[in-house]
């Protein structure tokens, strides 16, 4: 059985309580380890050096060592950090995980659109599908890791996506972080049971 470790900010923390609640929720849906290094708030801005900073916790990724990599991150630099820049950094970032802890698979969520950040909705696009570009080539080439860019298939971007967020229009609320622990379950486990 693959240990699929997921780590990024406070959407993962919340992911990891629901795991701790519901475990059967998780368990009885894919055949899978999981572990968790969630964040809150975390960032990928280079210039901190905070608790916030993702960069920091690649060792505590290690220390599972896994299979499956899954990392949500990016949101939190919206407002501060260029695309481009976004986009580097969330790909240096699964290349330092992949250098550090050699899993098989890293999987990278898409980045979602908060409701707040509805005025960033382009860049977030935007930054998908560069990503997306990035890693459909880089699949192409022999290497130990493959990583891949997960959409989820739940809603959260959609027209309809306001009904899955809570009140702070950030956070989801229960039945939208039940769906999110799914997907990327289901992430995990289809490229797993594709890939190997």
């Known amino acids: 059985m693959p240990t699929a470790v997921f780590c990024g900010h406070s959407y993962v923390r919340r992911m990891e309580n629901l795991y701790r609640e519901q475990p059967s929720i998780c368990n009885a849906r894919y055949n899978i380890r999981w572990r968790f290094v969630p964040v ?3 960032k990928i801005d280079p210039r901190i050096n905070t608790d916030k900073n993702l960069f920091n916790y690649i060792d505590q990724v290690a220390v599972h060592h896994p299979d499956i990599v899954y990392l949500h991150v990016g949101e ?9 820049v976004i ?5 240096y970032l699964a290349e330092k995980i ?4 050699h899993p098989r698979e890293i999987i990278i969520s898409r980045l979602t659109v908060f409701p707040v950040n509805d005025d960033l909705a382009d860049i977030s696009k935007h930054i998908n599908t560069r990503l997306e570009r990035y890693f459909r080539v880089q699949s192409s ?3 130990f890791t493959h990583i891949s860019l997960w959409k989820h298939k739940m809603g959260i971007f959609g027209e309809n996506r306001l ?8 956070h989801l609320n229960a039945e939208g972080q039940a769906k999110y622990t799914l997907s990327a379950g289901a992430a995990a486990n289809y490229v797993w049971s ?3």
């Open 40 to 42: 809150g708030g975390a």
């Open 76 to 84: 939190n630099d919206l407002r501060t950090l260029h695309h481009r």
């Open 87 to 91: 986009v580097e950094r969330i790909i």
């Open 98 to 101: 992949a250098e550090a802890c």
């Open 141 to 143: 080439q022999p290497q």
């Open 163 to 170: 009904r899955w967020y809570g009140p702070d229009d950030v």
């Open 194 to 196: 594709h890939r190997h």
